[in-house]
């Protein structure tokens, strides 16, 4: 699994997360649905593409991800933070749709879910100097 979690392109921060959120004894079908949700998240940050069509991906990867031991609202959380990273590093253009999962939707959902406000705090930060370190120096 650490292989595959090099290879996902995902930086350290989410990497690390998805290790401890991850269900004990995942299959390679759950961790297939998703990558591929991710994916789906990722690519829709970049075009006009909704993810609204993978629904049902999304509902069979919460239940396995619950049967197979893990915990929904860890999945949940992976999910957001990787969609806020992604509309964050590839920002729409103004007057594009976006502001859905902007900071102040992700600190609500943040507050709602009961996470720790601090994580969220060391998150931002990371998208933050993630975002920098791709500027031209």
């Known amino acids: 699994m650490r292989s595959a979690l090099r290879a996902s392109g995902l930086p350290g921060y989410l990497r690390k997360l998805f290790a401890q959120a991850?269900?004990?004894r995942m299959s390679k079908r759950t961790g297939e649905l998703l990558r591929g949700h991710l994916v789906l998240l990722v690519h829709a940050s970049r075009s006009d593409d909704s993810v609204l069509d993978a629904g049902d991906a999304f509902g069979e990867l919460r239940s396995r991800w619950a049967v197979e031991g893990g915990n929904t609202a860890d999945l949940l959380k992976l999910v957001r933070m990787v969609d806020y990273r992604a509309q964050a590093l590839h920002a729409p253009v103004a007057g594009e749709p976006g502001e859905e999962t902007g900071p102040a939707a992700l600190a609500q959902f943040w507050a709602t879910s009961g996470h720790d406000i601090e994580e969220l705090s060391g998150f931002l930060?990371?998208?933050?100097?993630?975002a920098a370190d791709w500027l031209p120096g």
């Open 125 to 130: 930060a990371d998208v933050d100097q993630e």
């Open 22 to 24: 991850a269900p004990g």
